[in-house]
């Protein structure tokens, strides 16, 4: 059963546009949501994450919109870069257990092209 | 920090084999967890330990499949004995507390042939 599923596995943007990544889950038990981005032959790296409470964080370029109702939340890359080129997975974690326990997404392939 | 350290970084051994994979938390963390990165299910957590004791394994995929955690800076995986389908990229995360973000290591990848 996959509780959180993510689109689109991939996406191609030019240098400035906006990249946006969706995620869905159905547990209502998740209480936090982060995001992490990965490059080749690295480990995930924590991006940004946001908990129900509020239905948007903002951290540089990187903004997270959240929609506790639809059990949504999304990840907007404003004025994209090459350099942000990565493997981005959205996550939770389940109410009372460790920020690290983590059920992932899929993953979405971003591409900036300069 | 020199951040969570794993060894090897890259692992290619023959179906039926024992594998060892090492991992050095970050100093101080009291958690740590093990994930497995595939294409097909992608990042899956297998284990995780709190100050050294194994807290949920529900995610170890058969009894091929071990994790112990003998002190605070130092974690094991073990496949005995390894298959083809356990090739993957294999992670160690590690975090101070519960209610803080979890750093990874550079993985090891794995190829059984």
């Known amino acids: 059963q996959q509780q959180v599923k993510q689109s689109p596995q991939s996406l191609i943007v030019q240098k400035g546009g906006i990249s946006i990544i969706n995620c869905a889950y159905e547990?209502?038990?998740?209480?936090?949501f982060p995001w992490y981005q990965q490059f080749p032959g690295k480990g995930p790296a924590l991006l940004i994450a946001?908990?129900?409470?509020?239905s948007e964080k903002k951290e540089g370029r990187f903004t997270i919109s959240f929609n506790k109702s639809a059990k949504q939340f999304s990840l907007h890359i404003m004025d994209s870069q090459p350099g942000d080129s990565a493997t981005y997975f959205c996550?939770?974690?389940?109410?009372?257990?460790?920020?690290?326990?983590?059920?992932f997404g899929q993953g979405t392939i971003l591409t900036v092209h300069p | 920090d020199a951040g969570v350290i794993q060894s090897p970084r890259h692992e290619v051994t023959e179906m039926g084999q024992e594998v060892t994979l090492r991992c050095k938390p970050i100093?101080?963390?009291?958690?740590l967890f093990w994930y497995r990165q595939t294409m097909m299910r992608g990042l899956e957590l297998l284990i995780y330990?709190?100050?050294?004791?194994?807290?949920?394994d529900s995610g170890m995929p058969e009894d091929r499949f071990s994790a112990k955690m003998p002190n605070a800076s130092f974690s094991t995986l073990k496949i005995q004995p390894s298959e083809p389908r356990d090739s993957a990229v294999y992670f160690c995360?590690?975090?101070?507390?519960?209610?803080?973000?979890?750093?990874f290591g550079q993985g090891t990848r794995l190829t059984v042939v």
């Open positions: 547990n209502t038990a998740f209480d936090y």
């Open positions: 330990f709190n100050n050294n004791v194994p807290i949920d």
């Open positions: 996550a939770a974690r389940k109410g009372g257990t460790s920020y690290g326990k983590l059920t």
């Open positions: 995360a590690s975090s101070l507390k519960t209610n803080t973000e979890a750093f």
């Open positions: 100093s101080g963390h009291d958690y």
């Open positions: 946001i908990r129900p409470d509020v």
